[in-house]
């Protein structure tokens, strides 16, 4: 993929949730307060962490294990069933730090070669995204923390919904 495309894709996603939290926020409020103990969202999270690590990985070079990646595929069952049984307390929220950690794998790839000012705000922007993968991953608790107090009123809903559109159209 293309660094356009990646940026478009996250830009698209980011002012799709921006609009919505704009044009409904009791409904964004809610569904951002339940998402760390969603079980759905959990699992299709999950094993979009799961699959996407996973691909990721055979492009690395292991040495002597380069004959268990194939293998590896086989695991994400196994790997998804232990972490749905035994770590399901806000599983959503560490779910979605696995892939805020991966995503900006490709998409700093991408932007290695341009030599655009203009690829600061996706580095910039993948970088906070590992940072707050890795802190979600240990410490998801701290997901509503961080969102209850942007989150009290309508208003406040509306300010972040505003901020996350006008980071995708920023990155659109």
Same mark, same amino acid.
């Given at each position: 993929?293309?660094?356009?495309?990646?940026?478009?894709?996250?830009?698209?996603?980011?002012?799709?949730?921006?609009?919505?939290?704009?044009?409904?926020?009791a409904?964004?409020?809610?569904?951002t307060?339940?998402l760390?103990?969603?079980?759905?969202?959990?699992?299709?999270?999950?094993?979009?962490?799961?699959?996407?690590?996973?691909?990721?990985?055979?492009a690395?070079?292991?040495?002597?294990?380069d004959?268990?990646?194939?293998?590896?595929?086989?695991?994400?069952?196994v790997?998804?069933?232990?972490?749905?049984?035994y770590? #399901?307390?806000?599983?959503? /929220? %560490?779910? &979605?730090? !696995? @892939? $805020? *950690?991966? =995503?900006?794998?490709?998409?700093l790839d991408?932007?290695?070669?341009?030599?655009s000012d203009?690829t600061l705000?996706?580095?910039?922007?993948a970088?906070?995204?590992?940072v707050?993968?890795?802190?979600?991953?240990?410490?998801p608790?701290?997901f509503r923390?961080?969102?209850?107090?942007?989150l #009290?009123?309508?208003?406040r /809903? %509306?300010g &972040?919904? !505003? @901020? $996350? *559109?006008? =980071?995708?159209?920023?990155?659109?």
């Amino acid at each position: 993929m293309t660094l356009a495309q990646i940026t478009g894709g996250v830009g698209g996603l980011l002012a799709a949730v921006g609009g919505w939290g704009i044009v409904a926020p009791a409904g964004f409020r809610q569904a951002t307060i339940a998402l760390p103990r969603h079980k759905i969202a959990a699992w299709i999270l999950t094993l979009i962490a799961l699959a996407w690590a996973v691909h990721e990985m055979q492009a690395l070079s292991l040495g002597g294990l380069d004959v268990w990646k194939q293998r590896a595929y086989y695991a994400i069952p196994v790997a998804f069933y232990f972490i749905v049984v035994y770590l #399901d307390e806000l599983l959503a /929220a %560490r779910a &979605l730090g !696995g @892939v $805020l *950690l991966i =995503l900006p794998t490709p998409w700093l790839d991408a932007a290695r070669w341009f030599d655009s000012d203009w690829t600061l705000v996706p580095r910039v922007t993948a970088y906070l995204m590992v940072v707050a993968g890795m802190y979600l991953v240990a410490t998801p608790y701290r997901f509503r923390q961080w969102l209850l107090p942007c989150l #009290d009123n309508g208003p406040r /809903a %509306r300010g &972040l919904a !505003g @901020v $996350l *559109l006008a =980071l995708g159209v920023a990155h659109l």
